[in-house]
């Protein structure tokens, strides 16, 4: 079992940074791939960005890459989104989930489906 705490959102303005975090209980967050997704009021769940177990790899969607970055300590069981030139666009609910791809590939966490465990949500509102 695996669970997963977001924090660090809030209401900032366009232009604006903030950094999430999402911190893991259990003794296997290493063995996960973690992934950040979004979902704004009316609009379906979408996918954010990705990180491998051992962090050596990502991935991200073409709506926030050069613009948000995904980290993890595995020591701290913590995976970070850092958020930089934030966007009204990118106002919703972020989310962190635990998954393993069952290929290797990270292509396959593109999809919420793919992931064992979700946190709870963290709000995020970008004023423009």
């Known amino acids: 079992q695996v669970q997963l705490v977001e924090s660090g959102g809030g209401l900032v303005q366009a232009g604006d940074s903030l950094r999430l975090s999402c911190a893991a209980s259990?003794?296997?967050?290493?063995?996960?791939?973690m992934g950040w997704f979004r979902q704004a009021p009316g609009k379906e769940r979408e996918f954010a960005a990705v990180i491998s177990s051992s962090g050596g790899s990502t991935l991200y969607a073409d709506s926030v890459k050069g613009r948000f970055t995904v980290s993890r300590d595995n020591r701290e069981n913590t995976v970070y989104l850092q958020m930089n030139s934030l966007k009204a666009d990118d106002t919703a609910v972020y989310y962190c989930a635990a998954g393993r791809p069952p290929f290797g590939h990270l292509t396959e966490l593109v999809r919420g489906y793919a992931y064992d465990y979700w946190g709870q949500g963290t709000q995020v509102t970008v004023s423009s």
């Open positions: 259990g003794r296997t967050f290493s063995s996960y791939a």
